[in-house]
């Protein structure tokens, strides 16, 4: 049972983030507001981390880039026929793991498109050949696999997922994530950036976010900003995510992800987000968390300007890969660790490594199944973070 005004993690008391309204006006802070804001967001991070930024040095395993939906901005799904259509093989995952593995990785990260199987049929025939009856079964089976093969540490992020479908996953992965991305229904409309996304469907991706609650299992999510949503629907988004965690106390991390436009999309014109804009937003986001969720802003995506957004309250730089490029965004390529640790470093800051479960979650047995919590204490200190003569081994 949840507690009122208390985290579930962690068991201590929460402090309760600023309003709807409050945060409708803090988004369009300028000037001296602003930079009352990004103080603000400042201040209840060091409560909440003090002055530790983290990251997880991860292995990017894009399982299958097939995926039912048509989102707009998307360059990592492909159609059959495509010659960058692929699915990994049992060996191409072991393979990858293996070489992250002895690149100090402890993240195995899972990507892959919705629900493939439901509309091609040779894909789907592929599956069956390979004895799995969906997509959802194989990346459980490839899970499993590089937990015992490797030790890493499976997250996935899968889309939407089912109630059966998450108890599958949930013995063979430390953490779940699937952005929320919005709540407007409006980018369903012709045009817009999730037009024909079965997937995309707010309510429906709400009720998976909430069913993981119910389960009790760490869950990664957050927002795309920049797909054609207002600000008061990044408002909205961020509010259902805080609105999620106060009921169960699972959303380890929320993530505010800019667009960034490629070529071979058909949003390749939309206009990106700035750095000032993803950092007011990241703001606006702690300020409504509160001292609750971990908040991060991937460094990849703005490379010239990442360090400003460790004055807009977030405490994580996420996955970070010395192995494979982020497949989702592979124009991007990740920080060098070094470089990260550096910048965060210079900034004031103590560049902490952690694993794809969060310390508090990693630390409460009741999170995590006991042979990936075994696995995870093996790497980690008496706080929860990787232990400081782990953090390259």
Known sequence: MTVPGR???TGR???PGISADEARAAIRARGEELLELF???SRIRARRTGTAITYSRKVFLPLTNLCRDRCKYCTFVRRPGDPLAR??????????ARAGRAAGCKEALFSLGDKPELVYPDYRDWLREQGFGSTVEYLTAMC???FEETGLLPHSNPGVLTREEMLALRPVNIS?????????RRLLEPGQAHHRCPDKVPEVRLAALETAGELGIPFTTGILIGIGETLDERVDALCAIRDLHARHGHIQEAIVQNFRAKPDTEFRDASEPGALDIARTAAVARLIFGEEIHLQVPPNLTP?????FLLAGINDWGGISPVTRDFINPEMAWPKVELLRSITADAGFEPRERLAAYPEFVLNPAWIPDPLRRAALRW????????????AA
């Open 87 to 96: 699915t990994m093989t049992p060996d191409e995952v072991l393979r990858v």
């Open 144 to 146: 499993r696999l590089v």
């Open 304 to 308: 010239d300007a990442y360090g400003f």
């Open 7 to 9: 985290s579930v993690a």
């Open 39 to 41: 103080q603000r967001a």
């Open 176 to 184: 779940l994530g699937m952005m929320l991305e919005t709540t407007s």
């Open 380 to 391: 980690t200190d008496d706080s929860g973070m990787v232990g400081r003569d782990k953090e």
């Open 13 to 15: 008391r929460a402090s």
